[in-house]
């Protein structure tokens, strides 16, 4: 008979740590769905937000401050050790390959050491002014850019200021050419 309460014991014992271990599944699941489903963050600059005073150099020599941004501009912010940014640069290029004549040729900045940087650069520069910067560089601060890929149209206000038209830039949607594209190579604003 002892034996017999001893394994009741047991058995019961055994039920209530799977129960307790059933529970915490449980929880940690609903943790998970509730990343899974929630709305990706937004870029730290709203629309109409202001971009603040930056200098830098492209990787081709050429000096970029906010006072060369004179029409619309798609800017894009990159990390070579970042799963999605390699994702969505195909689409980018792509973008950027097809731009009007209503938009200033786009500018991608890459984030990180500039070894590891070089199969962005080969891919941008083609198409984009290329910028390798450090994670506290010019643009990064200016832009607020602390995630990856980050993807902004920004365009100068009334006043000059360069500031937010677009933080939800959707890669996929081509840019409306008022004109034929301009070649990647060919005529656009000073760099």
Not at 51 to 75: C, K, N, W
Not at 151 to 173: C, F, H, I, R, Y
């Amino acid at each position: 008979m002892p034996f017999l309460t001893a394994l009741v014991v047991f058995v019961g014992l055994l039920c209530t740590l799977d129960l307790i271990l059933t529970l915490g599944v449980i929880k940690r699941l609903r943790e998970h769905t509730e990343l899974l489903t929630a709305p990706p963050p937004t870029p730290a600059v709203p629309v109409g937000g202001r971009i603040a005073d930056f200098a830098t150099t492209t990787v081709d020599g050429e000096p970029l401050s906010q006072a060369m941004f004179v029409r619309d501009t798609l800017v894009a912010f990159f990390s070579p050790s970042c799963g999605p940014c390699k994702d969505k640069l195909p689409a980018f290029v792509s973008y950027a390959r097809n731009t009007g004549a209503a938009e200033d040729r786009p500018v991608a900045v890459v984030v990180g050491d500039r070894d590891q940087a070089a199969g962005f650069i080969s891919s941008l520069a083609p198409v984009a002014r290329v910028v390798v910067e450090d994670p506290e560089g010019a643009m990064g601060l200016a832009f607020k850019a602390e995630m990856f890929p980050t993807l902004l149209k920004v365009a100068p206000d009334g006043e000059g200021a360069l500031v937010v038209t677009d933080n939800q830039v959707e890669l996929e949607k081509r840019p409306m050419a008022g004109a034929a594209a301009a070649p990647a190579d060919g005529p656009h604003s000073p760099a």
